[in-house]
């Protein structure tokens, strides 16, 4: 068990429509952050909540992508419009300080057809 | 700017013989921190080690080990008697301590193939 819950594992969508993701840490964490893996890339920064502040976007964070933890516990990722370029593997990642390495989720892989 | 390197894109090798991957980071904050992740078939990403950049002793993990060189901005992976099971790909990743974000700069990862 990772202590990092995704759902959903899979998701296809077409062009155009919102998608939602869901990311639940098992136990309490105070950092949150969001990744984005393409094909045969690293991971990449989107976003980082330390509770239920969003203190931190990276310039990859369109203005169609949204994210929140409500309360700290709990994150959604929203995608609004997707477009082909947003199929990815969406990764949530939690770490009580970063230095000491985050745990992973298994992600949620979005394929925009 | 952080970066990291993976310059490797793929290697293949036999069954038991050692394998070193590399890693190379460039950044200009004094104080930060050196990872090595796995990724299995599977997808999930899973945590090897940390290293901060006060403490450039080497460290061996069973097969693993890690060299981390500040003079050549290095961070190697050396895997002993590779196995099957180590096939993966292996990502290096850089994070910084100036912003108090602690946000991961990955490399574009090495492909491990070990060969029965």
């Known amino acids: 068990d990772t202590g990092v819950s995704q759902n959903p594992r899979h998701k296809i969508t077409k062009r155009g429509q919102n998608v939602t993701f869901r990311c639940d840490p098992i136990s309490e964490h105070n950092r949150l952050y969001w990744y984005r893996q393409t094909l045969g890339q690293g991971p990449e920064f989107l976003t980082y909540f330390q509770n239920e502040a969003q203190l931190e976007k990276s310039r990859l964070l369109s203005d169609r992508f949204s994210a929140e933890r409500p309360k700290g516990s709990f994150s959604t990722l929203e995608i609004q419009r997707t477009e082909q370029g947003d199929s990815a593997m969406y990764l949530c990642?939690?770490?009580?300080?970063?230095?000491?390495?985050?745990?992973f989720g298994s992600g949620t892989r979005l394929t925009v057809v | 700017a952080q970066k990291v390197t993976q310059a490797q894109t793929e290697i293949s090798v036999v069954e038991k013989e050692d394998v070193t991957l590399d890693c190379v980071y460039e950044t200009r904050d004094t104080t930060y921190y050196l990872f090595w992740y796995k990724q299995p078939p599977s997808g999930e990403l899973v945590f090897l080690i940390r290293r901060n950049s006060f403490d450039e002793q080497n460290e061996i993990s069973g097969r693993y080990s890690w060299n981390f060189q500040k003079s050549t901005s290095s961070f190697n992976f050396t895997i002993t008697a590779s196995q099957v099971v180590d096939s993966a790909v292996y990502f290096c990743?850089?994070?910084?301590?100036?912003?108090?974000?602690?946000?991961?700069?990955f490399g574009t990862g090495t492909r491990l193939k070990v060969l029965a």
């Open positions: 990743a850089l994070s910084e301590d100036g912003s108090g974000t602690y946000k991961y700069i």
């Open positions: 990642a939690l770490g009580e300080a970063g230095i000491y390495g985050y745990t």
